[in-house]
């Protein structure tokens, strides 16, 4: 079920010795996807998942790399409790930990049965914001840069391997909260509709040393290839492309988790990822 995601992230950990434990714990996760298999009941699937692979995620986490572990066991229940699910699906504000564990949670629930609990939900966290204040500053469903199928925002792009190797292929978002993509303009940011002000960063040199990304083309030593940031200057957004022309093996959502030092060089340049990854970056 989920083949070419483990061996790419295999390859991809021992390539990218920077993403190793990142990788390590992708893989994990994917164990605990695959051991649920199509057990997700059409009825409830939000208890049963809270039940039943909530816990097995935990237990992969805290085999993970250190931070995550000990901030999972720093926020204790409060992370973990009644509600937290529900939540995610609502779009409401959540810490980094309970984003992640919600995210890796609910990877095996389909959009459809996102509403799908048998009893009433409980009474509303009170650490959080109510479902009725949940992120109306950002756009809904239908316009073009968020998911059709649950409304999530992007969380990478990725260009299909084209005919002509002088062009680029088609470009497709990939929704950060379920499996659905989507077709969409090369020219155009996916955030907030700007059609001019983009710009690429891409890693261009690399050598032995840290990669180092700028504003160049990718060269043939890069580290990164087939991975670049695309920037909007309007809303200061940007996310990670993966080139399949470049990398016929790519799988953009593994791809993506090794792209940190592309990230941290465009935190520093003062951009916001628009949706960060699964694991937070
Ligand atoms: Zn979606
Ligand atoms: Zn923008």
Known sequence: MYGRERVRAGELRDRYPHAAEVLGLYLALVEVWESVGDDVPADGALEWAEAN???????????????????????GAAATGTGLLDAWAADED??????YLARATMHVVPPKAWTARRKAPGPARDDGPGPGSARADRPGPGSGGRCAAC???AQLSYRVASEDPLVSGRRMLACAKC???????????PNCGETGKRTVHAEAHAATEAPHVGRAAPDDRSVFPHLRAESCQTCRSYLID????????AVPRVDELAAVPIDLHLAGLGYTKITPNLMGF
């Open 242 to 249: 993966v080139d399949l022309g470049r990398d016929a093996r």
């Open 94 to 99: 959540l810490t980094p930990v309970e984003r």
């Open 179 to 189: 499996p659905h993509e989507w077709n969409f303009s090369a020219t155009t940011c």
């Open 151 to 153: 409304g999530g925002a």
């Open 53 to 75: 692979v909530l816990p097995r995620v935990l237990a992969a986490t805290a085999a993970g790399p250190r931070p995550l572990a000990d901030a999972i066991t720093a926020a």
